[in-house]
């Protein structure tokens, strides 16, 4: 083998190994990243989640209001007709 053609032997294997190093970083960063992207998406989805159980109580609430004013509301229909039974048999 000439000089020549290990001078080019040498310069290929070191170009190989800083691709390879090259190589090795980016699978590294896109190892980092995709571990980053989950740790994201974990911390929206759970806070998400977080809010939801800290605001169960006042929408429990709010629904039994809402539950309550129904049946109030459906109690008052039952007591106009009540009174409208009354007003017919007085009547008769």
Do not use: C, H
């Amino acid at each position: 083998m000439s000089p020549e053609e290990k001078e080019l032997l040498k310069r290929s294997v070191a170009l190989a190994e800083e691709n390879n190093d090259m190589l090795r970083g980016m699978k590294r960063s896109m190892r980092l990243g995709r571990f980053m992207t989950l740790v994201y998406w974990l911390f929206i989805i759970g806070s998400a989640v977080g809010a939801y159980y800290l605001i169960q109580p006042y929408i429990n609430l709010l629904t039994d209001t809402v539950g309550g004013a129904k049946g109030s509301l459906n109690g008052l229909k039952d007591i106009s007709g009540i009174i409208d039974n009354l007003k017919q048999q007085i009547g008769q």
